[in-house]
């Protein structure tokens, strides 16, 4: 049984320094995409620019090392960890790699049906984003199941990190939404144009499952109680609500 149990942990481990290590690679990939900004130039905004291939490996890097470590803290079989976070690394390449093509094709990277290998990338990161929704609630789920093994601040930070995340995932779905409606009304430019009037709310939310279980993650290295931890913990999380729906204000009324 001993050996079982070591052979789980081993998996488990290993899974999670896949998705370092991939993680890590994507965040290099974002970084040389600023230095190919800095040498080449052109806009920082609009459809076509190297912000895309920039940000997305950035984002993307961060989010699957942050996933890949707060998963470790669900309580959720070995196999099934594995396998989210397996079939999440995958997309999460899939999507900066798309990105990443179109930007060095010159041509935009979403909602763009102009040719069959447009369109054909286009639908593969559409099909990549509703992967990323389904594994990712699936884990957000299991957040809120009982897990009295966890301390309470760090589950708190965990559920309240997990809900932000949704909210970015939400407010990704709404743009693309309305950006494909444009795009089916005729209106393509425009929708180029439109698509990223979420954008500050969807940075913010993001990456609060990175940010609430790293505080909480902190406050258990002091000396304070459990109590107190917790309470620091969910006034961090009173803040970052707070911010969360500032950049939502913000997102609307611009």
């Known amino acids: ?108 990277s979403h909602l763009n049906r102009e040719t069959a290998v447009n369109s054909a990338v286009s639908t593969v990161l559409a099909a990549g984003g509703a992967v990323l929704v389904v594994v990712l609630g699936v884990l957000a789920v299991t957040a809120f199941r009982a897990n009295p093994g966890v301390p309470a601040g760090m589950r708190l930070g965990l559920r309240a990190g997990f809900v932000s995340l949704m909210i970015g995932l939400a407010t990704g779905a709404a ?11 005729g209106h393509q430019q425009q929708a180029y144009h439109d698509l990223g009037f979420l954008k500050p709310v969807h940075g913010v939310s993001l990456h609060g499952v990175l940010v609430l279980p790293a505080l909480a993650w902190l406050s258990s290295r002091t000396t304070w109680d459990e109590s107190r931890r917790t309470r620091v913990v969910a006034i961090a999380v009173a803040g970052y609500g707070l911010a969360i729906a500032a950049a939502l204000a913000y997102s609307l009324l611009r």
Request: charged content about 15%; overall charge positive.
């Open 1 to 108: 049984m001993r050996d079982v149990l070591a052979g789980v942990r081993s998996r488990g481990r290993r899974i999670e320094r896949f998705c370092y290590g991939l993680g890590a690679v994507l965040v290099c990939a974002g970084l040389f995409h600023l230095v190919v900004f800095a040498v080449d130039g052109g806009p920082w905004y609009g459809p076509v620019s190297w912000r895309k291939p920039a940000t997305f490996g950035l984002s993307f890097g961060l989010t699957l090392v942050a996933v890949a470590w707060v998963a470790s803290y669900l309580p959720i079989g070995e196999r099934g960890r594995a396998l989210l976070l397996g079939v999440f690394a995958a997309d999460c390449v899939v999507e900066v790699g798309g990105i990443t093509l179109q930007a060095w094709r010159h041509v935009p």
């Open 175 to 185: 743009m693309i939404a309305r950006g494909a409606a444009e795009v089916g009304a």
